[in-house]
């Protein structure tokens, strides 16, 4: 069974900072890994997806690394700013065709002070 | 185009009632998933459709859930005799074609109330 945690739970720093958010998987057969954020009383927004042969993806401020064989994935995000404030979530989906299952750690709920 | 959608954006039930959850996915997606969000559960899977078919309910946690898609598109989750536990936010994602590269885009949710 997969299990994925989230490394803090809540994260709170002052704007201008770098920061590094963490996700760890018991079950390295993974077929992608999204990470995702949740504004309160939102749905979910994509931020990246990495599939399983990937090592690391980037979007403007973002990046986020993956690394199978240790079971982490890592979320980067540069120069933090008010409005990255919110719940960040990363998704691990199984390795087979059929299965739509993505596991969900319970987040870092980050606050960044102006 | 517009983004996944979901009604009723509110749902207030009595414990016993049958309630019906509705979603639209994007348009031309292929894969629709159904998720719930509890407080203090997390987000957790409930079923995965992949066209009109669902290869993946692993997710649904009694007899009392079911859910359809017709047309490849629309899909309905239905719970009957609705529990207090069934409380919670359900979500419904989908994306292109369900393989590795593909992002799920989710609704913005449906908050069920059973009293």
């Known amino acids: 069974k997969q299990e994925v945690t989230q490394i803090p739970a809540a994260l709170s720093v002052p704007e201008g900072e770098n920061l590094v958010l963490n996700c760890s998987f018991t079950?390295?057969?993974?077929?992608?890994l999204q990470w995702f954020r949740q504004d309160p009383g939102k749905g979910l927004t994509s931020l990246l997806l990495?599939?399983?042969?990937?090592r690391e993806q980037t979007s403007g401020r973002l990046n986020a690394s993956l690394d199978k064989s240790s079971g982490r994935s890592t979320l980067y995000i540069a120069a933090s700013q008010p409005g990255d404030s919110a719940t960040y979530l990363c998704?691990?989906?199984?390795?087979?065709?059929?299965?739509?299952?993505?596991?969900f750690g319970d987040g870092t709920t980050l606050t960044v002070k102006p | 185009g517009a983004g996944v959608s979901q009604s009723p954006s509110n749902k207030v039930t009595e414990k016993g009632k049958d309630v019906e959850l509705r979603c639209d996915p994007i348009?031309?997606?292929?894969?629709l998933y159904w998720y719930r969000q509890s407080l203090g559960q997390g987000l957790e899977f409930l079923i995965y459709?992949?066209?009109?078919?669902?290869?993946?309910k692993s997710g649904l946690p009694s007899d009392r859930f079911s859910a359809e898609r017709t047309g490849g598109s629309v899909s309905t989750l239905t719970i009957q005799r609705t529990q207090q536990e069934d409380s919670a936010v359900y979500l419904c994602?989908?994306?292109?074609?369900?393989?590795?590269?593909?992002?799920?885009?989710f609704g913005p949710g449906t908050r069920l109330t059973v009293l």
């Open positions: 994602a989908s994306s292109l074609d369900g393989g590795a590269a593909d992002t799920q885009y």
């Open positions: 079950d390295s057969a993974i077929y992608n």
């Open positions: 990495i599939q399983s042969s990937q």
């Open positions: 998704a691990v989906r199984v390795h087979n065709t059929n299965a739509g299952k993505s596991t």
């Open positions: 348009s031309g997606h292929t894969a």
């Open positions: 459709f992949q066209g009109n078919s669902a290869p993946d």
